[in-house]
Structures are given as structure tokens and as C-alpha cells.
């Protein structure tokens, strides 16, 4: 997994499971977004959950082939040829850390 753009934000802690992977990381002004680059080796259901601190809010966006194809809280995606997935999360108001929460097939 790659930690792709933004200014402002920095990596925190990241583990990873068998099919669990979850990641911390600050979001502070100026920087409004943060682009995850999602490895996909195989082919099946991904789920994405976004957890921001209560006085921010935030988003993820899915994109596959340069374009928005989902956002919000929880994204639901079944994976079929894709190999890497983007993901990134808009600070939309206040700052701090979040964590996704990542489910691969």
C-alpha cells in the first residue's frame, strides 16, 4: 500500500491482517485530501470504512481509472481485473487523524 500526495498529513501507524488492513493518518492544514493506493491481487468483495474525528468530516472517494466511481463513510466494491484500487479521503471541515479500515479479497 502507498501513501500518495497531501502536505500536512503524516503516516501514524499501519498493520496489517489476513484480509484486515487499517492505517492511521493526520490530516492538518493546508493539505485537503490524502490519495491510498490499494494493491488487489485477486478478485472479490472490498470495503473500505472511513473513521474521522467527531469535530471533522470526511469522505472517501473511489476511483478506478481516474474517475469517482463511489464515495462516502463505507465503500462497497467488488474487485473483477483490477489490480490497484485508489482511495482518497477529503477533509471536508476541521482536522486530525483518521483510519480506514480495509477489507481484501
Given at each position: 500500500?502507498?501513501l500518495?500526495?497531501?502536505h500536512?498529513?503524516?503516516?501514524?501507524s499501519?498493520?496489517?491482517?489476513?484480509v484486515?488492513?487499517?492505517?492511521?493518518?493526520?490530516?492538518?492544514?493546508?493539505?485537503?485530501a490524502?490519495?491510498?493506493?490499494?494493491?488487489?491481487p485477486?478478485?472479490?468483495?472490498?470495503?473500505?470504512?472511513?473513521?474521522?474525528?467527531?469535530?471533522?468530516?470526511?469522505?472517501?472517494?473511489?476511483?478506478?481509472?481516474g474517475?469517482?466511481?463511489?464515495?462516502?463513510l463505507?465503500?462497497?466494491?467488488r474487485?473483477?481485473?483490477?489490480?490497484?484500487l485508489?482511495?482518497q479521503v477529503?477533509r471536508?471541515r476541521?482536522?486530525?487523524?483518521f483510519?480506514?479500515?480495509?477489507t481484501?479479497?
Open positions: 500500500m502507498q500518495d500526495g497531501g500536512g498529513g503524516s503516516l501514524v499501519f498493520r496489517v491482517g489476513r484486515l488492513a487499517a492505517f492511521a493518518v493526520a490530516l492538518a492544514f493546508p493539505a485537503s490524502r490519495m491510498l493506493r490499494i494493491a488487489t485477486l478478485d472479490g468483495r472490498f470495503v473500505a470504512h472511513l473513521v474521522s474525528p467527531t469535530a471533522a468530516r470526511m469522505r472517501l472517494v473511489l476511483y478506478l481509472s474517475k469517482p466511481v463511489a464515495h462516502g463505507t465503500i462497497h466494491h474487485v473483477c481485473g483490477e489490480r490497484m485508489t482511495l477529503q471536508l476541521g482536522t486530525g487523524t483510519t480506514v479500515d480495509l481484501k479479497p
